[in-house]
């Protein structure tokens, strides 16, 4: 079965920096994209980044360019997002994703982890 | 970016009867390869999204048949017939034919009258 464990969450101050961590087993991580989506409280589903098998592609959400980081180690089975100059607006449940490659099934987030929690406040 | 609008916000169903959410895109969703890259979630309370339909109409292994997707272009639905007490919680569109980004509906709240 596909597992996906977030982990690396909790509260910074506005400014800080924090760096989640994502361990996927049950498929071949190497073949797969990652995404994380991230939720703000009581609100709805927000596509943060994406990066692609080997990590020499890398797209993001306008809102966080040039704060947030999406990278993996493939030896590892993990994916990152390295986050930085946080805001308030940046409090969210952060679930990482699996991105299939293109075969029955392409441009879709076909497994979710159960997410970690970031709070961005003094 | 593609933006995807859902309706009903709120929709209340009886136990045993049908329900319907509409989904709208900004624009065409179709692909130049042909294929239409829109997916359905739920999210029931307190837990992660879980995809159930994918490229429209292809239901996720371990769905139930009681869900179905349809739809072309810009306008799609996701239909539940027999509601179950289960069935409750939050479902997205999703479309990723524009991507990136992907693009998610505001959510449509499923509740048992």
């Known amino acids: 079965d596909v597992q996906l464990v977030e982990s690396g969450g909790g509260l910074v101050q506005p400014g800080g920096s924090l760096r989640l961590s994502c361990g996927a087993s049950?498929?071949?991580?190497?073949?797969?994209?990652m995404s994380w989506v991230r939720q703000a409280p009581g609100k709805g589903l927000e596509w943060v980044a994406d990066?692609?098998?080997?990590?020499?592609?890398?797209y993001y959400v306008d809102s966080v360019k040039g704060r947030f980081t999406i990278s993996r180690d493939n030896a590892k089975n993990s994916v990152y997002l390295e986050m930085s100059s946080l805001r308030a607006e940046d409090t969210a449940i952060y679930y990482c994703?699996?991105?299939?490659?293109?075969?029955?099934?392409?441009?879709?987030?076909?497994?979710w982890g159960q997410g970690i929690l970031v709070t961005v406040s003094s | 970016d593609v933006v995807m609008t859902q309706s009903p916000l709120s929709l209340p169903v009886t136990l045993g009867q049908s329900a319907s959410i509409s989904c709208r895109s900004s624009?065409?969703?179709?692909?130049?390869?042909?294929?239409?890259?829109l997916n359905w979630f739920q999210q029931r309370p307190g837990q992660s999204p879980r995809r159930l339909i994918y490229?429209?109409?292809k239901r996720d292994s371990g769905v139930p048949d009681r869900f179905s997707g349809s739809g072309s272009g810009t306008d799609f639905t996701l239909q539940i017939s027999r509601v179950e007490a289960e069935d409750v919680g939050v479902y997205y569109c999703?479309?990723?034919?524009?991507?990136?980004?992907?693009?998610f509906g505001q959510g449509t709240k499923l509740e048992i009258k």
């Open positions: 624009q065409s969703l179709v692909n130049r390869d042909g294929n239409t890259f």
């Open positions: 999703m479309q990723g034919t524009h991507w990136p980004p992907y693009t």
């Open positions: 490229k429209v109409s």
């Open positions: 994703a699996t991105d299939p490659p293109c075969g029955s099934d392409c441009y879709t987030l076909d497994f």
């Open positions: 990066i692609n098998q080997d990590g020499s592609k890398k």
């Open positions: 049950g498929f071949t991580f190497s073949s797969y994209w």
